[in-house]
C-alpha cells in the first residue's frame, strides 16, 4: 500500500494460496448463499489487483469491485472513499448482494483490509488479507478494535512472528483470525468468507473513529464532535503505533517474505529522487547486520531518538555505504469520538452512548417502531415513522429534526 499517513516499511509477500488445486482442499468450493440474481464480491483498492483476484473468484461466480480513476499515489484514506464509492455503485446497479462484500488485500496491500475496515466498518461482512502485515495499518494510528466488532478478518500468512503478532492484535480486541499459509487452499478461504454476513441494521453498533469523515456505525453517523463532550463512560479503543522510526531515505516497500540477509528494496513511488534502487539490498545499519527484513523492522522499532546512522547497501556486485538519519514522526494526540448503540425488540427501545459527539444521523427500520430513543440519558418518545432523524444535543437538550 502507498502513501500511508507516516512513512512505513510495507510487506510485499504473495501468496499463491487461492491458485492451489481444488481438489487439495478438503472442502468444496463453496455456493455464495447470496439474495437471488445478485453476487458475493471482493472489493479492492488497487486496480492493478483487479484481475487477479477476478481470476480467484471466477470459479465461484463472485464480482470484483475496484475503484477507477485514482492517481497511482493516491493517499490511502482517498482509495479507501474511492472504493466506499464504487461499492455504493455496484450495490445501486443491483449486480451485487450487499450482504456478502469482502475487503481484500495481498502483498503490501493486505494492511489496507484492516485500515479500510477501520475507516468504514459497515460497509463490509468481513476481510481477507493475503501475506503482508498489518503493522503499517497499526501504524497509521487509525486503527480502532471497536469497528472489527462486526467485521472480521482472516490474516493468512507465512512470515515468522505473524502468529504471534495475530495473537497481539486479538488481544488488542481485533476481531481477526490468522491461518499459516500452508495447505490452506481456495475452498478453505471462500467457505471462511462465506460465514460472515452483514447485516444493515444490527441490534448492537460500537465504532470509533478521529474524524467526522468516517464517522459511519450502521444505522448511526457520527456527524459533530466536541472534544468538551469527552466522558470516561466510553474508553478508547485506539491501537497504539509503533514508534513510527524511519531511514530518511524517500518512501520504499520492501520484500517482507524474503528469507535472504537484509532488506530487499521491492517498490520505489513513482518520481522517487532519493539514493536508493528496485533490487538494492540493505545489508547493514551502523555496523550491524541486518538479519532479513523482519530483523530490521525489530532494528528501527527499538529506535528511541532520531540520529544519523551508516547504511550499507549491495547493488549488484558492488557495496555502497550511505549516510542518513533515523526519523521519527510528530505524533499529535489522538482525540476520537466513540458510539455504541442497542436495540431491544422486546421494549421498542433504543439505547445509545456516545463519547465526543453533538450531532448524529439515526436511521430507523419499520419493524423497530414506534420506538423510545434514549441518548447519554436523554430521551426521545413516540418515534413512528421510518428513516433517518438528526439528533443534536445542546446543554444537555436533545433535538431531532428529519434528515434533509
Same mark, same amino acid.
Given at each position: 500500500?502507498?502513501?500511508?499517513?507516516?512513512? !512505513?516499511?510495507?510487506?510485499?509477500?504473495?501468496?499463491?494460496?487461492?491458485?492451489?488445486?481444488?481438489?487439495?482442499?478438503?472442502l468444496p468450493v463453496p455456493t455464495?448463499?447470496?439474495?437471488?440474481?445478485?453476487?458475493?464480491?471482493?472489493?479492492?483498492?488497487?486496480?492493478?489487483?483487479?484481475?487477479?483476484?477476478?481470476?480467484?473468484?471466477?470459479?465461484?461466480?463472485?464480482?470484483?469491485?475496484?475503484?477507477?480513476?485514482?492517481?497511482?499515489? #493516491?493517499?490511502?484514506?482517498?482509495?479507501?472513499?474511492?472504493? #466506499?464509492?464504487?461499492?455504493?455503485?455496484?450495490?445501486?446497479?443491483?449486480?451485487?448482494?450487499? +450482504?456478502?462484500?469482502? %475487503?481484500?488485500?495481498?502483498?503490501?496491500?493486505? #494492511?489496507?483490509?484492516?485500515?479500510?475496515?477501520?475507516?468504514?466498518?459497515?460497509?463490509?461482512?468481513?476481510?481477507?488479507?493475503?501475506?503482508?502485515?498489518?503493522?503499517?495499518?497499526?501504524?497509521?494510528?487509525?486503527?480502532?478494535?471497536? &469497528?472489527?466488532?462486526?467485521?472480521?478478518?482472516?490474516?493468512?500468512?507465512?512470515?515468522?512472528?505473524?502468529? +504471534?503478532?495475530?495473537?497481539?492484535?486479538?488481544?488488542?480486541?481485533?476481531?481477526?483470525?490468522?491461518?499459516?499459509?500452508?495447505? =490452506?487452499?481456495?475452498?478453505? %478461504?471462500?467457505?471462511?468468507?462465506?460465514?460472515?454476513?452483514?447485516?444493515?441494521?444490527?441490534?448492537?453498533?460500537?465504532?470509533?473513529?478521529?474524524?467526522?469523515?468516517?464517522?459511519?456505525?450502521?444505522?448511526?453517523?457520527?456527524?459533530?464532535?466536541?472534544?468538551?463532550?469527552?466522558?470516561?463512560v466510553l474508553p478508547s479503543t485506539?491501537?497504539?503505533?509503533?514508534?513510527?522510526?524511519?531511514?530518511?531515505?524517500?518512501?520504499?516497500?520492501?520484500?517482507?517474505?524474503?528469507?535472504?540477509?537484509?532488506?530487499?528494496?521491492?517498490?520505489?513511488?513513482?518520481?522517487? &529522487?532519493?539514493?536508493?534502487?528496485?533490487?538494492?539490498?540493505?545489508?547493514?545499519?551502523?555496523?550491524?547486520?541486518?538479519?532479513?527484513?523482519?530483523?530490521?523492522?525489530?532494528?528501527?522499532?527499538?529506535?528511541?531518538?532520531?540520529?544519523?546512522?551508516?547504511?550499507?547497501?549491495?547493488?549488484?556486485?558492488?557495496?555502497?555505504?550511505?549516510?542518513?538519519?533515523?526519523?521519527?514522526?510528530?505524533?499529535?494526540? %489522538?482525540?476520537? +469520538?466513540?458510539?455504541?448503540?442497542?436495540?431491544?425488540?422486546?421494549?421498542?427501545?433504543?439505547?445509545?452512548?456516545?463519547?465526543?459527539?453533538?450531532?448524529?444521523?439515526?436511521? =430507523?427500520?419499520?419493524?423497530?417502531?414506534?420506538?423510545?430513543? !434514549?441518548?447519554?440519558?436523554?430521551?426521545?418518545? &413516540?418515534?413512528?415513522?421510518?428513516?433517518?432523524?438528526?439528533? !443534536?444535543?445542546?446543554?444537555?437538550?436533545?433535538?431531532?429534526?428529519?434528515?434533509?
Open positions: 500500500m502507498r502513501n500511508w499517513p507516516r512513512k !512505513s516499511v510495507l510487506a510485499c509477500a504473495t501468496i499463491s494460496l487461492l491458485a492451489a488445486a481444488r481438489a487439495q482442499s478438503d455464495a448463499t447470496a439474495a437471488p440474481g445478485k453476487s458475493p464480491a471482493v472489493a479492492v483498492l488497487d486496480p492493478a489487483e483487479l484481475e487477479q483476484w477476478r481470476n480467484w473468484t471466477r470459479e465461484v461466480g463472485w464480482k470484483v469491485i475496484a475503484p477507477a480513476g485514482l492517481a497511482p499515489n #493516491a493517499a490511502i484514506d482517498t482509495r479507501v472513499q474511492a472504493v #466506499a464509492l464504487a461499492v455504493g455503485q455496484a450495490v445501486t446497479d443491483g449486480t451485487v448482494d450487499a +450482504a456478502h462484500i469482502y %475487503v481484500a488485500g495481498r502483498g503490501e496491500a493486505a #494492511a489496507a483490509v484492516f485500515y479500510t475496515i477501520s475507516r468504514i466498518p459497515d460497509l463490509w461482512a468481513a476481510g481477507i488479507a493475503l501475506g503482508g502485515s498489518p503493522k503499517a495499518a497499526v501504524n497509521s494510528d487509525r486503527i480502532f478494535a471497536a &469497528n472489527f466488532t462486526h467485521a472480521p478478518v482472516l490474516w493468512v500468512s507465512s512470515g515468522a512472528g505473524d502468529a +504471534a503478532l495475530a495473537a497481539n492484535l486479538k488481544n488488542a480486541g481485533i476481531n481477526m483470525e490468522w491461518r499459516a499459509a500452508a495447505g =490452506l487452499t481456495n475452498g478453505v %478461504v471462500f467457505d471462511w468468507l462465506l460465514q460472515h454476513s452483514r447485516d444493515q441494521f444490527p441490534s448492537t453498533i460500537d465504532c470509533e473513529t478521529n474524524s467526522p469523515t468516517f464517522g459511519n456505525c450502521y444505522w448511526v453517523q457520527m456527524t459533530k464532535f466536541d472534544p468538551n463532550e469527552r466522558n470516561d485506539h491501537l497504539s503505533a509503533g514508534n513510527g522510526a524511519a531511514l530518511d531515505l524517500g518512501g520504499f516497500s520492501a520484500k517482507m517474505d524474503d528469507p535472504s540477509p537484509g532488506l530487499l528494496i521491492a517498490k520505489l513511488p513513482e518520481k522517487y &529522487n532519493g539514493p536508493l534502487k528496485v533490487g538494492d539490498r540493505l545489508l547493514e545499519l551502523d555496523g550491524k547486520p541486518i538479519e532479513n527484513a523482519r530483523g530490521y523492522l525489530d532494528m528501527m522499532a527499538k529506535v528511541t531518538e532520531e540520529k544519523r546512522v551508516a547504511v550499507m547497501i549491495q547493488r549488484g556486485k558492488d557495496r555502497q555505504r550511505l549516510e542518513t538519519r533515523i526519523v521519527l514522526p510528530v505524533r499529535d494526540p %489522538v482525540v476520537t +469520538a466513540r458510539v455504541q448503540g442497542k436495540y431491544d425488540p422486546e421494549t421498542k427501545g433504543i439505547d445509545i452512548v456516545s463519547r465526543t459527539v453533538t450531532e448524529m444521523k439515526v436511521t =430507523l427500520p419499520e419493524a423497530w417502531l414506534p420506538a423510545v430513543i !434514549s441518548w447519554n440519558g436523554l430521551t426521545l418518545e &413516540n418515534i413512528t415513522k421510518p428513516g433517518c432523524l438528526l439528533l !443534536s444535543m445542546e446543554k444537555e437538550i436533545l433535538h431531532a429534526a428529519v434528515c434533509q
